[in-house]
């Protein structure tokens, strides 16, 4: 079978020659021994969350869906063995009944462990690195067509450790992952502190409370004083929950942060004008909430409007003056803009291609309406962001090739070997990764 494919923020489409869904590990062996044959790339999809054309092929599509759940568990370690395939969403009714959790989240659940651990997605807590820093094992399907076990393969023992700096953050560019193991932490609760603050003094105090916190992050919507903040302290089972109310949990997440947030960013794209006034009162009726509950309610926001998003690590201390660089060119140039923007902050880590490797960062995430024009906006942040010795989120947009990416990453001709290594065809090339790897 074959269909059109597009990513969920509409920014990138393709036509594959055709599309099939493996149920094992030799089913991929087969359609990659064959779209080898044939002369035609392979590219697995997930759920296609991510903004850039990581996932557009006009070759062999590979749909990952019924390569999902649990595969093997080692409570000694807490460690568990997934499908590529299976949903951050589907992990809680995973690892809650034996008693784990995944120790660090994003705030979005909708992307497949194997599509958010190779784009590098992340959560914020600057003691804890991002989804992909806690694979410790994998396997995969090489470019030559055969079975790969990277990390730990169980019962103490590992083959070959050397790569898994690479494969664990692969961009799809090593092969099509079958299996992933994470390491897990025993399950948790999260205190969410929510209030608004004085942007300025989020900014003057965003390192502290980064070094203080388990877990803190703010948004601040352009055209206001104001940023709304959010403050996770991890706490035992024994503490006991105190969950939203779900008459709360409704009106927050669905009516207000969906239903009438869509609506108010549907009305700025006719009435631009409106925008800075729109946020000034979206600033003007956030409130402070307190609520304890287990962590994956705490990390993760239903988002149903669609936008667009660009993301930049930059270091740690850089985080206030890009804010403020951010702030003046949005005034300078009358951008209007709806959507706020995210900051958050992660630990340094050994993947090669991380864009916390080696250091202590802050995220900065820009975003728009799916249907606003966002390319004057996205290029003038971009080039801010970039300036602050910036790596660019590789699931989300920016416009860096090779040559600038080159100079962010020590090791990225490190990770250009292992690619040569394992598809040394390009059978997992696609024109994003020509564009950030090279041909």
Same mark, same amino acid.
């Given at each position: 079978m074959t269909a059109r494919w597009r990513n969920w923020a509409r920014t990138e489409r393709s036509s594959p020659v055709m599309t099939v869904a493996p149920r094992d590990i030799e089913q991929i062996v087969l359609a990659v021994r064959r779209a080898a044959e044939t002369g035609h790339t392979v590219k697995p999809i997930g759920a296609s969350h991510s903004f850039t054309g990581i996932?557009?092929?006009?070759?062999?599509?590979?749909?990952?869906?019924?390569?999902?759940?649990?595969?093997?568990?080692?409570?000694?370690? *807490? #460690?568990? $063995?997934?499908?590529?395939? @299976?949903?951050?969403?589907?992990?809680?009714?995973? !690892?809650?009944?034996? /008693? %784990? &959790?995944?120790?660090?989240?994003?705030?979005? *659940? #909708?992307? $497949?462990?194997?599509?958010? @651990?190779?784009?590098?997605?992340?959560?914020?807590? !600057?003691?804890?690195? /991002? %989804? &992909?820093?806690?694979?410790?094992?994998?396997?995969?399907?090489?470019?030559?067509?055969?079975?790969?076990?990277?990390?730990?393969?169980?019962?103490?023992?590992?083959?070959?450790?050397?790569?898994?700096?690479?494969?664990?953050?692969?961009?799809?560019?090593?092969?099509?992952?079958?299996?992933?193991?994470?390491?897990?932490?025993?399950?948790?609760?999260?205190?969410?502190?929510?209030?608004?603050?004085?942007?300025?003094?989020?900014?003057?105090?965003?390192?502290?409370?980064?070094?203080?916190?388990?877990?803190?992050?703010?948004?601040?919507?352009?055209?206001?004083?104001?940023?709304?903040?959010?403050?996770?302290?991890?706490?035992?089972?024994?503490?006991?929950?105190?969950?939203?109310r779900a008459a709360s949990r409704l009106v927050d997440e669905e009516l207000v942060n969906n239903a009438v947030f869509g609506a108010l960013v549907g009305l700025e794209r006719w009435a631009p004008a409106t925008t800075p006034r729109i946020n000034r009162m979206i600033e003007s009726v956030s409130s402070r909430r307190e609520y304890s509950d287990e962590s994956h309610r705490v990390f993760i926001t239903r988002r149903r409007v669609r936008f667009r998003e660009m993301e930049y690590s930059v270091p740690l201390a850089a985080v206030p003056e890009a804010i403020r660089e951010l702030r003046a060119l949005i005034e300078r140039r009358g951008f209007r803009v709806s959507f706020p923007i995210e900051v958050r902050s992660a630990a340094a880590d050994p993947l090669w291609l991380s864009t916390g490797h080696a250091r202590e960062s802050g995220y900065i995430a820009v975003h728009r309406y799916f249907r606003d024009p966002d390319r004057e906006y996205f290029r003038e942040a971009e080039a801010i962001l970039a300036a602050h010795e910036g790596r660019p989120h590789w699931g989300k947009m920016h416009t860096l090739g090779a040559a600038e990416l080159r100079e962010r990453y020590p090791r990225f001709d490190d990770f250009l070997a292992v690619r040569e290594r394992l598809d040394p065809g390009r059978l997992f090339a696609n024109p994003y990764l020509e564009r950030v790897l090279g041909e």
């Open positions: 996932g557009a092929t006009e070759g062999l599509r590979l749909d990952m869906s019924r390569l999902r759940g649990l595969v093997d568990v080692d409570l000694e370690r *807490d #460690r568990v $063995t997934l499908w590529a395939g @299976t949903h951050l969403w589907e992990l809680p009714g995973i !690892l809650n009944p034996l /008693g %784990l &959790a995944l120790e660090n989240m994003g705030d979005v *659940d #909708r992307q $497949t462990i194997s599509g958010a @651990t190779s784009t590098g997605t992340h959560g914020t807590g !600057l003691a804890i690195g /991002g %989804l &992909a820093s806690r694979v410790v094992g994998a396997t995969l399907v090489t470019g030559l067509g055969e079975v790969l076990a990277v990390g730990d393969t169980g019962n103490g023992e590992t083959e070959n450790a050397e790569l898994l700096p690479a494969v664990a953050l692969g961009l799809g560019a090593l092969g099509v992952l079958a299996t992933v193991t994470l390491q897990c932490v025993p399950r948790y609760l999260l205190r969410a502190v929510e209030q608004p603050m004085p942007l300025e003094t989020v900014l003057a105090e965003f390192e502290g409370r980064s070094r203080a916190s388990d877990h803190f992050e703010f948004f601040w919507f352009p055209h206001t004083e104001g940023a709304r903040t959010k403050t996770n302290t991890r706490l035992p089972l024994s503490a006991g929950a105190r969950p939203l």
